[in-house]
Nanobody, 120 residues
């Protein structure tokens, strides 16, 4: 099995910063793409940012210039540095990772989510 555990969410005032972390563990051979998604109340889950093993990144237009995704391949961990937070960033943030186990390709996994609340 592969488990993803997020941390770092919380309550912050508009203009503030938070850093989310997500660590993958279990019987993992390697982790390929990793990413962050979010879901606000009454809305669909949406992509925030993704990063490949080689470090290529992709961001939603709404977070470009404010959020930075990074990863530590040795630790199977992905980070999301969120600056200049806005009330509209309020959502549950989910980590996503594409995993290979020793038995072969295993697919995509999701974390349990971490709440980010930005007050105005």
């Amino acid at each position: 099995q592969v488990q993803l555990v997020e941390s770092g969410g919380g309550l912050v005032q508009a203009g503030g910063s938070l850093r989310l972390s997500c660590k993958a563990s279990g019987t993992i051979f390697s982790i390929n793409n990793m990413g962050w998604y979010r879901q606000a109340p009454g809305k669909q889950r949406e992509l925030v940012a993704t990063i490949t093993t080689g470090g290529s990144t992709n961001y939603a237009d709404s977070v470009k210039g404010r959020f930075t995704i990074s990863r530590d391949n040795a630790k199977n961990t992905v980070y999301l540095q969120m600056n200049s937070l806005k009330p509209e960033d309020t959502a549950v943030y989910y980590c996503n990772a594409e995993a290979y186990r020793y038995t072969g390709y295993s697919g995509y996994y999701w974390g349990q989510g971490t709440q980010v609340t930005v007050s105005s």
